[in-house]
């Protein structure tokens, strides 16, 4: 059973940088693809970033340029660098994944995903 947990979020003024992490575990093999999402109350959760097994990546249009998807193999740690936060930025972040082949790749769409973390709060304030 694949397990995701995240960490790193936290309260940062507008302006400020904050790093997410996601650990992954029950699966040995390099994970097909992975993305990050976050969710407002109130709102659909949204696709923010997403990186497929041989690195290719795609951003929300509300994030291009600001954050940076990556991943490191050998520790199976999905990371997502935060810069130029905005308080519209402001939500719980999860990290996704698919561990084996089939649908879109990379994906800012929950249907492509099969394991979801519990979400880590962000909160950007102005």
């Known amino acids: 059973q694949v397990q995701l947990v995240e960490s790193g979020g936290g309260s940062v003024q507008a302006g400020g940088s904050l790093r997410l992490s996601c650990v992954v575990s029950?699966?040995?093999?390099?994970?097909?693809?992975m993305g990050w999402f976050r969710h407002v109350p109130g709102k659909e959760r949204e696709g923010v970033a997403s990186?497929?097994?041989?690195?290719?990546?795609i951003y929300a249009d509300s994030v291009k340029g600001r954050f940076t998807i990556s991943k490191d193999n050998a520790k199976n740690i999905l990371y997502l660098q935060m810069n130029s936060l905005k308080p519209e930025d402001t939500a719980m972040y999860y990290c996704?994944?698919?561990?084996?082949?089939?649908?879109?790749?990379?994906?800012?769409?929950?249907?492509?995903?099969?394991?979801w973390g519990q979400g880590t709060q962000v909160t950007v304030s102005s």
């Open positions: 996704a994944a698919k561990p084996v082949y089939g649908g879109s790749c990379p994906s800012l769409y929950e249907y492509d995903y099969d394991y």
């Open positions: 029950g699966y040995t093999y390099g994970l097909y693809c």
């Open positions: 990186v497929m097994r041989d690195s290719r990546r």
